[in-house]
């Protein structure tokens, strides 16, 4: 893709700040902010395969200072970068059981942050690309006082923000604020995300299917019958491709732009799955929808479900429209559940 000169993430935030006369520039600071967090755990990221050769004994670090676990300095990096700007009145992070309330003197706003910060973190250590996922709400509780946990529970369609940042062979930013999707790779020669990604549209269907195929026994019948029947026929003349990374921001940001599907499904030892409804499955199904594709749980739309608990699971089947609506066919016309 080739990369639109110069057009900054702060660039592209401003501009779509100007095309919504109502906007109060608030999101754009938002964003800017989760820009920075973004670069400064990308460069902690890329450092860390470094961490064993180069001396740090994983406790102290050359300059003294204390080497934490690549995720704790993710969330605690986050959480900095977002508690002084005035815009949250909540947090809540995969990192931490409960809500996060800002601190006392902070001053309160009319928004909400979910983040998982750095999902898939057990793969670092093989090099494999890992990612940030947020989602952003408004306030729905009453008053200016600090949010609560209902602030966090809202259903996904609510969301005006989503997004990720996949630390691969490059470290890309993607966000949408519902209308059209953006993505933007750092450039690490001037530390500055250019537009790289310019309204991705997630093909109609694809060629490529995702999911641990380990746990195949356990799957419902209508998933087994499903991928029986992909690799027994074609697209587009060629054999479907079985892909699977691993690291949930890796494999869906490869479906959002190649295309097929991706699926962690609900099985016979966990009927509700494996990925967090609040703060993976929402954010990545208000991306994919907006960039025209689909996500849902095998049944229901995924930015329909009312969150129960922070942290609660739920099965999801995210992709091409034409590829979900698909196995959700053989699942609904299985007999038996397994
Ligand atoms: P499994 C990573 O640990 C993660 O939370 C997601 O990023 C990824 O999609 C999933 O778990 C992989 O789980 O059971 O296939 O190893």
Redesign the pocket.
């Known amino acids: 893709m080739a990369l639109k000169r110069f057009m900054t993430l702060p660039r592209h935030i401003l501009e779509g700040e100007k095309a919504h006369p109502e906007a109060t520039g608030e999101l754009s600071s938002i964003l800017l902010q989760l820009g920075l967090a973004a670069k400064l755990i990308s460069l902690e990221v890329n450092k860390a395969g470094l961490a064993n050769i180069i001396g740090f004994t994983g406790q102290e670090n050359v300059h003294g200072e204390q080497v934490k676990k690549l995720d704790i300095f993710a969330h605690e990096m986050l959480i900095k970068a977002m508690d002084h700007g005035g815009h949250f009145c909540v947090m809540a992070s995969e990192e931490e059981e409960d809500i996060i309330h800002l601190p006392p003197n902070k001053k309160i706003g009319k928004y909400v942050l979910l983040f998982d910060p750095l999902?898939?973190?057990?793969?670092i250590d093989a090099n494999i690309s890992?990612?940030t996922i947020f989602s952003i709400y408004k306030r729905i509780s009453p008053g200016n006082g600090p949010g609560n946990l209902e602030d966090c529970l809202q259903q996904g369609y609510k969301q005006e923000v989503a997004g990720y940042i996949v630390y691969g062979s490059s470290t890309i930013f993607v966000y949408t604020a519902g209308h059209g999707v953006y993505g933007f790779t750092l450039d690490p020669a001037f530390g500055e995300f250019l537009l790289s990604h310019d309204n991705i549209r997630i093909p109609k269907s694809g060629r490529i299917y995702s999911l641990?195929e380990?746990?195949y026994f356990s799957w419902p019948k209508g998933l087994k019958d499903y991928i029986k029947y992909l690799q027994a026929n074609y697209y587009n003349g060629k054999p479907y491709q079985a892909r699977?990374?691993?690291?949930?921001?890796a494999?869906i940001h490869r479906t959002l732009l190649y295309g097929g599907i991706f699926i962690?499904p609900g099985d016979r030892r966990n009927p509700k799955g494996?990925?967090r409804l609040c703060y993976?499955c929402n954010p990545m199904a208000f991306i994919v929808e907006a960039a025209g594709g689909r996500a849902t749980d095998g049944k229901e739309r995924i930015l329909d479900k009312k969150p129960e608990s922070l942290h609660e699971r739920s099965p999801i089947y995210i992709g091409s429209e034409d590829d979900v609506l698909l196995v959700e066919k053989f699942l609904r016309e299985s007999r038996e559940a397994y």
């Open positions: 999902d898939g973190s057990s793969n890992i990612g641990n380990g746990n699977y990374v691993g690291s949930m921001v494999d962690y494996k990925l993976e």
